[in-house]
């Protein structure tokens, strides 16, 4: 069974940055897209960025429009671990960030719809705060 431990959380001052770490345990597919995932408090979850493998060395990444430019997602199959490097943190940054693994109809084409994952880690905590 796949399972998935996020890491990398902290509390961070406003203009900081982070790297959060997803790691797989147990059988996972090249295949499979990765995302990662927010909820703050009061707040429903949303998609933050994800990332799938389209052929060898060729990675399709997609990224929720306020975290453009400011996020990097990236992938490392041979640790079987994603990684989202967070710079220019803000504020509204703040939540619990999950990460979850999923197939999609279209290899390699991620996407921030919730309902393609069926794995999910626990979370980790991301305060951006002064």
């Known amino acids: 069974q796949l399972q998935l431990v996020e890491s990398g959380g902290d509390l961070v001052q406003p203009g900081g940055s982070l790297r959060l770490s997803c790691t797989a345990s147990?059988?996972?597919?090249?295949?499979?897209?990765i995302g990662w995932f927010r909820q703050a408090p009061g707040k429903e979850r949303e998609g933050v960025s994800c990332?799938?493998?389209?052929?060898?060395?060729?990675?399709?990444?997609y990224y929720e429009d306020s975290v453009k430019d400011r996020f990097t997602i990236s992938r490392d199959n041979a640790k079987k671990t994603v990684y989202l490097h967070m710079s220019t943190l803000k504020p509204e940054d703040t939540a619990v960030y999950y990460c979850?693994?999923?197939?999609?109809?279209?290899?390699?084409?991620?996407?921030?719809?919730?309902?393609?994952?069926?794995?999910w880690g626990q979370g980790t905590q991301v305060t951006v705060s002064s």
């Open positions: 979850a693994a999923g197939y999609t109809s279209r290899p390699g084409i991620c996407t921030l719809e919730w309902e393609s994952y069926a794995y």
């Open positions: 147990g059988l996972i597919s090249d295949d499979m897209i």
């Open positions: 990332i799938g493998l389209v052929k060898s060395g060729l990675h399709y990444a």
